[in-house]
């Protein structure tokens, strides 16, 4: 079965989500409480934004066609005000940011670039038609669209709503996400484990993951280590939207996920990155609906979903994108590691956002080291050393 580089994993996940994805059903929902969903329509401007030609600095209104550097102040107009009148040539209007540009004027001149004496002011700057104005309709014409289809609202799409007066607003459906762990090593989080066994962690992490990608969660039980049990839930998971597994798709001889999925007639487009953690992650189609196969250990399922299952949520969310909240910044100490394949190890990110120090950890089971980090260096798979200073990739958390 196939093996991939990263970028080409990432890819393939967009492209057949995108080409195969079945949009949910839509629903309204109010402005308030529209937030993280994805716009099932296109969203109209109401009117022409500005409605009116618009002052984007406090000073005063002019024409700029033969003025000579002198003025005498006729009025003023403020923000929510409207000048009845016109500016001729010679005079000038006091205006204040936001306010409708008065007839007869065409540009702005600062309230810190002149001098004012009594009724006159005085400028030795070049005054220039457009200074300072925006021109009605500038940002968008009345009818033009504001908000496309597949836009994830977020504050400044739900500033926009409300701009246009728009008080509901038509969004798809979240998908439904299943999510199965496996392994009979694995007990309930509530349960004392014995020694050989662990909680299930993964399942919390994921259900996290899942809500914040714009996802519902359903968490199945635990599948465990042989047929009956693995197929009869994997059965019910591809009754979700999507069905995201955990564990099960090493080389082991109890890892039975990948031939349990067979039996589905799934179509897999690969079954290993070359990234780590998470080595082994399976991507498929069975039944109509995509799966993917993390990996167990939790570093390898919150990494694995965080780079390819958290595009493929949103994607089946109707968003139009899903790009990688990718950063830069400058490493601390230096650092190395084995070329070949690309990692994504924890690390602290600074306030400032500028320096980054890998935090180091046990391996891919290390659920403390994840849990402290804030952020995760990238080491590229082509690449050896970076020094002390260097530019190096961060994947927000
Ligand atoms: P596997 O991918 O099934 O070989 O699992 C690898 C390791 O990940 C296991 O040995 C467990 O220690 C751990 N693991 C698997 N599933 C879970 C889970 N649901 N929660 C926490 N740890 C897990
Ligand atoms: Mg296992």
Not at 9 to 34: G, H, K, Y
Not at 128 to 133: K, L, T
Not at 219 to 240: F, K, M, N, W
Request: glycine fraction near 10%.
């Amino acid at each position: 079965m196939a093996t991939l580089q990263f970028s080409d994993a990432r890819e393939c996940v967009l492209r057949e989500v995108q080409a195969r994805r079945v949009l949910p059903s839509t629903e309204q929902v109010r402005l308030d409480s529209c937030a993280g969903r994805v716009l099932a329509a296109n969203v109209l401007a109401d009117r022409d934004y500005p409605p009116l030609s618009r002052s984007v600095r406090d000073g005063f209104a002019v024409s700029a066609t033969g003025f000579s550097g002198k003025a005498r102040v006729i009025g003023e107009v403020r923000a929510g005000d409207r000048y009845h009148g016109a500016v001729g040539p010679g005079e000038a209007v006091e205006i204040m940011t936001g306010a409708p540009v008065p007839d007869g004027a065409d540009a702005i001149i600062m309230v810190e670039h002149v001098v004012r004496d009594g009724d006159s002011i005085g400028t030795d700057r070049p005054v220039v038609s457009g200074d300072f104005i925006n021109p009605q309709g500038c940002e968008s014409a009345r009818g033009s669209v504001v908000l496309s289809v597949g836009t994830r609202l977020d504050y400044a799409s739900i500033a926009m709503l409300a701009t246009v007066g728009q008080t509901e607003v038509s969004v798809y459906r979240k998908p439904r996400v299943a999510i199965l762990s496996t392994g009979d090593e694995i007990v309930e989080i509530n349960e004392t484990p014995l020694e050989h066994q662990i909680r299930n962690s993964n399942s919390a992490s994921l259900s996290v993951q899942v809500a914040r990608a714009g996802g519902i969660p359903e968490v199945l039980p635990v599948a465990r280590d042989e047929y009956g049990s693995t197929r009869d839930l994997i059965a019910r998971g591809l009754q979700a939207d999507l069905l995201l597994l955990s564990g099960g798709v090493s080389a082991g001889k109890y890892d039975i996920v990948e031939k349990v999925l067979e039996e589905f007639q799934a179509e897999f487009f690969f079954d290993r990155v070359l990234i780590q953690p998470g080595q082994p992650l399976v991507f498929g189609h069975a039944q109509g609906k995509f799966f993917f196969g993390l990996p167990g250990n939790p570093a390898s399922t919150m990494i694995t979903f965080e780079l390819f299952a958290r595009a493929a949520v949103e994607l089946l969310s109707g968003s139009l994108e899903s790009p990688l909240p990718l950063l830069h910044a400058r490493l601390t100490r230096e650092f190395r590691h084995k070329p070949g394949i690309m990692r994504f190890l924890p690390a602290h990110l600074s306030a400032d956002g500028e320096d980054l120090t890998p935090t180091g950890w046990q391996g891919s089971g290390d659920v403390g080291a994840m849990a402290r980090a804030n952020a995760f260096l990238v080491a590229e798979d082509n690449r050896e050393s970076w020094e002390t200073g260097e530019w190096m990739r961060v994947l927000s958390k």
